[in-house]
């Protein structure tokens, strides 16, 4: 079983700045890929960025060049760099570890909302 804790998520002006931070545990973390992942009010959840096991990232076409994930296995934790922020990109922002045969697990959440 993995545990999923995200954090950092909070109110911040458009083109403000937020880190979002995922810290696991109950399992050994740099075996999974980890991803960032949103949903917002009425819309399906999906894919913001992930990081593989050996540092390749991937990122959804509306937040390249303005997210970065990071990923940190001595600390079994998964980041979310945001800058630049846009109305559009507030939602609740899901962690997710997921490794073939094992399967995939998901945090709370964390609420980041953008707005002046």
């Known amino acids: 079983q993995v545990h999923l804790v995200e954090s950092g998520g909070g109110l911040v002006q458009p083109g403000g700045s937020l880190k979002l931070s995922c810290a696991a545990s109950g399992t050994i973390f740099s075996l999974y890929v980890m991803g960032w992942y949103r949903q917002a009010p009425g819309k399906q959840r999906e894919l913001v960025a992930s990081?593989?096991?050996?540092?390749?990232?991937n990122y959804a076409d509306s937040v390249k060049g303005r997210f970065s994930i990071s990923r940190d296995n001595a600390k079994k934790t998964v980041y979310l760099q945001m800058n630049s922020l846009k109305p559009e990109d507030t939602a609740v922002y899901y962690c997710n570890a997921r490794r073939p045969l094992t399967g995939q697990f998901w945090g709370q959440g964390t609420q980041v909302t953008v707005s002046s």
């Open positions: 990081i593989t096991t050996g540092d390749s990232t």
